[in-house]
């Protein structure tokens, strides 16, 4: 730390990481940084995220390399920039070490084929040329990962790159699935708006602010005319927690068709699963009404969880309990394989859970963290 000042860090650099490892059993390395200097990453750790102690380097990186904690296979892992020889086409590569420090040395052969655009993203059409894998930032969100992705398209003469941020999600932080390639985080197409040019994520990707999901970004104002990146800003976007995407059925034309016209609802019914919980949580926005049946693996309903039996529930909540007569949770079907069937008119369906607390408690990952967070998990 600089005495008189808030640089905490003397030192020339690229792009940098910093990770507040609520797991760390040791004080001193609670706070974990790392940034992109002369073709490795200068890895530090500290108590508190103003004092840090440089550990080590590791092996070969190029710029925007980053890395993130995976806690469902309890390892650390390096996204490390790709690029094919003639400095075309940006993918990444993949490290992963139970040891933040003594496991990042790398030799340059060793991290393997990891993430790349594809024929999937779309082409800005003035530029007309393969999207590219500029970054990939992770992060555990409940129970997946959520991924991150800068996708480059292009860079001209007349504009610095105007990079922006997809979405994604991986069960085991290394395959991904990506149903949605439009811009998660866009530019802007404003001339002098603060991200009109290169807009990407942090390490982290998002902090839990009770119902909000923050996302902090940096974007470029840029200097039309030329390639200079112009003022740096940190922007923040907010989403509704779990709100990614719905399952939705509305009256005015948004939501999706009914694969029977008949029916009166929109119905979706899960998958086989097992819970070890107590109580049942939607986060929901409905006008109308929203009903829940459990059914047994071959779609039998299980009494007494009837639709019928079911308190119906209205209203806009990330947390909203599901009650039925005659019973006061679901704990005589845990362990045991069941189906969900949600019954909703007018509402969008966001995510569902069973909690073994009746506060609704997750149990889940709560990302980069948040207020009234002292574990890594939703408790």
Request: glycine share 10%; proline share 6%.
């Amino acid at each position: 730390m600089v005495p008189g000042t808030n640089i905490t860090v003397v030192s020339h650099r690229d792009s940098s990481t910093v990770w507040l490892d609520l797991s760390e059993r040791d004080a001193n390395r609670r706070y974990k940084l790392a940034y992109s200097y002369d073709n490795y990453l200068v890895l530090h750790d500290s108590p508190d995220g103003i004092h840090w102690r440089e550990r080590g380097r590791t092996g070969l990186a190029g710029d925007r390399t980053t890395f993130f904690y995976n806690p469902f296979r309890k390892l650390w892992v390096f996204s490390i920039r790709g690029e094919v020889p003639g400095g075309q086409t940006r993918y990444r590569r993949y490290w992963e070490t139970p040891d933040f420090v003594a496991g990042a040395r790398w030799d340059a052969k060793q991290p393997v084929l990891w993430a790349s655009a594809d024929r999937e993203d779309p082409r800005r059409p003035e530029y007309n040329v393969p999207a590219e894998l500029y970054n990939l930032d992770c992060v555990a969100y409940e129970s997946i990962l959520l991924g991150l992705f800068t996708i480059f398209r292009g860079e001209r003469l007349d504009r610095e790159k105007p990079n922006d941020i997809c979405v994604g999600y991986s069960r085991d932080g290394f395959h991904w699935a990506r149903p949605d390639r439009h811009a998660f985080i866009p530019v802007s197409e404003h001339v002098g708006d603060w991200n009109w040019a290169n807009v990407q994520s942090a390490g982290g990707c998002c902090l839990v602010v009770g119902d909000r999901l923050y996302f902090y970004v940096s974007g470029r104002r840029g200097v039309p005319g030329t390639t200079d990146p112009g003022a740096c800003s940190t922007g923040l976007a907010t989403l509704r927690r779990d709100g990614f995407v719905s399952m939705s059925d509305r009256d005015d034309g948004r939501g999706v068709s009914r694969a029977e016209p008949a029916l009166p609802r929109g119905t979706l019914i899960t998958r086989p699963v097992r819970f070890s919980g107590r109580f049942l949580f939607v986060n929901a926005s409905v006008t109308g009404e929203l009903r829940v049946e459990i059914l047994d693996r071959e779609g039998r309903t299980i009494e007494p969880f009837s639709a019928d039996r079911c308190g119906p529930i209205s209203g806009d909540a990330t947390r909203m309990a599901i009650s039925w007569e005659g019973v006061h949770d679901v704990s005589a079907l845990a362990g045991r394989p069941v189906r969900f069937r949600f019954s909703l008119r007018n509402g969008d369906l966001y995510a569902f859970w069973v909690s073994a607390s009746a506060s609704g408690a997750s149990r889940g990952y709560v990302s980069a963290g948040g207020p009234g967070f002292s574990e890594p998990v939703d408790l």
